[in-house]
């Protein structure tokens, strides 16, 4: 009488387990780099791609506009977890209380232009400057702000995130 026994076979399984593994990989970087070569196109099929500086661009701009419209994620999506701000007087704010302070009820800003944009990228570090005139009222009462300001973005897993504004008052 022959006793069958069932054995597992621990080295094909690894093999096929490890054969596995390096098939998932292959795939997934072939698709990454396949969708890696699609972005920053441009809209209508245009095999020239976006530069970073009109890509940054873009970004900054959509930030100013959900800054208007008090969009919380679209703010969050473009600032890093160590982000900061250096206010005009020279206080420092972290990012919870920059974009809690953007969120208040009693705060309300009109929408705003950047005049001598300026922008500078050094590898993965960008620095954007302007100078704004924003509008807006707090507490009901009308505001006016003139201020220069540099924003510093770092590239980051291949996404630009801000981590540090400052700016400087200017007079109205």
């Not at 080295?11 to 990454?32: C, D, E, M, P, Q």
């Not at 703010?75 to 972290?94: H, P, V, Y």
């Amino acid at each position: 009488m022959s006793i069958k026994t069932n054995k597992f076979n621990y080295k094909s399984y690894f093999t096929y387990s490890a054969l596995h593994y390096l098939f998932r990989i292959i795939v997934t970087g072939s698709l990454a780099l396949l969708l890696t070569g699609c972005l920053d196109r441009k809209p209508g099929g245009s095999e020239k791609p976006v530069s970073v500086e009109v890509s940054i661009k873009n970004q900054a701009d959509l930030w100013d506009l959900a800054i208007v419209n008090k969009d919380r994620t679209a703010i969050l999506s473009n600032m890093a977890e160590e982000f900061r701000q250096i206010d005009g007087t020279g206080n420092i704010k972290k990012k919870a209380e920059f974009v809690d302070g953007l969120m208040s009820p009693r705060l309300e800003i009109r929408p705003y232009t950047v005049e001598d944009y300026d922008l500078r990228v050094y590898g993965d570090v960008a620095l954007l400057s302007g100078r704004t005139r924003m509008k807006g009222k707090y507490d009901g009462e009308d505001f006016t702000a003139h201020y220069r300001y540099i924003d510093v973005y770092v590239k980051r897993l291949g996404e630009w995130k801000i981590v540090s504004v400052q700016i400087t008052e200017l007079s109205n």
